[in-house]
């Protein structure tokens, strides 16, 4: 069975200052992970994903993740946090084996950026 | 971008009553669409998976009898909450795969979600 953890219910960042949100997986295959954003009401966002190649993911907002295979972590990584980025930040895993593309979420991090 | 439209972003409604959810890809055909279920500050729940012309298949512990859901067409598919109780507020929020890509590397485009406060 697939999972994935963030072991962080929040994150705490001062505007212009690196954010890290983390993320665990566990799958039986190759995983394809995924990056979400929800913001207040609403659905969820995408931010980028990981299938095969280059580790380092480039996404939406100036978002990166790293996905490092023996660590079996795909963090979640800007630079520099703006306030509007605080929201929901949700990882997400799919097993390559699941023809519907179900996916499993983490519990979800919010991030909370301050001025 | 793929864009995933819901209807009605919110909806109050008595005990009993049946309320109808739907979820469009406005610029893609999606052969399969989910259905989630959010509490607040939680993760999404799975409920079900639909696919376009097929039933819906249902995760372990949703009723299926009380969350109707029809994939009518490749951009639309409905959940309908019958006779609904206080328990089954909630937010529900759909996805949809983009058909157009396959072998695993589509992305779910999720829509803005809907709001149920049942009375």
């Known amino acids: 069975a697939q999972s994935v953890a963030q072991p962080e219910d929040q994150v705490n960042v001062a505007e212009g200052n690196p954010l890290t949100v983390k993320c665990t997986y566990s799958?039986?295959?190759?995983?394809?992970l995924f990056w979400y954003v929800q913001y207040p009401n609403r659905g969820l966002q995408f931010l980028l994903k990981?299938?095969?190649?280059?580790?380092l993911v480039k996404g939406s907002y100036g978002f990166e993740a790293e996905f490092n295979k023996s660590q079996t972590s795909f963090h979640l990584k800007k630079p520099s946090a703006l306030v509007s980025d605080s929201a929901l930040y949700f990882c997400?895993?799919?097993?390559?084996?699941?023809?519907?593309?179900?996916?499993?979420f983490g519990a979800g991090t919010q991030v909370v950026v301050t001025p | 971008g793929a864009v995933v439209s819901q209807h009605p972003s919110w909806v109050i409604c008595k005990s009993g009553t049946s309320v109808k959810i739907e979820c469009r890809s406005l610029?893609?055909?999606?052969?399969?669409m989910f259905w989630y279920r959010q509490f607040p500050k939680q993760s999404l729940m799975l409920m079900a998976t639909?696919?376009?012309?097929?039933?819906?298949?249902?995760e372990q512990g949703v009723e299926k009898d009380k969350f109707l859901i029809n994939h009518a067409s490749l951009t639309l598919s409905t959940l309908t909450v019958t006779s609904a109780h206080p328990e089954d507020s909630s937010f529900y929020i759909c996805?949809?795969?983009?058909?157009?890509?396959?072998?695993?590397?589509?992305?779910?485009?999720f829509g803005p979600g809907t709001r149920l406060l049942v009375l």
């Open positions: 996805s949809a795969r983009d058909r157009r890509t396959s072998g695993g590397a589509e992305t779910q485009y």
């Open positions: 799958v039986s295959g190759n995983p394809y």
């Open positions: 990981y299938i095969t190649g280059d580790n």
């Open positions: 997400a895993v799919r097993d390559w084996k699941d023809s519907w593309g179900k996916l499993q």
């Open positions: 610029d893609f055909q999606a052969t399969t």
């Open positions: 639909s696919n376009e012309g097929s039933k819906a298949t249902y």
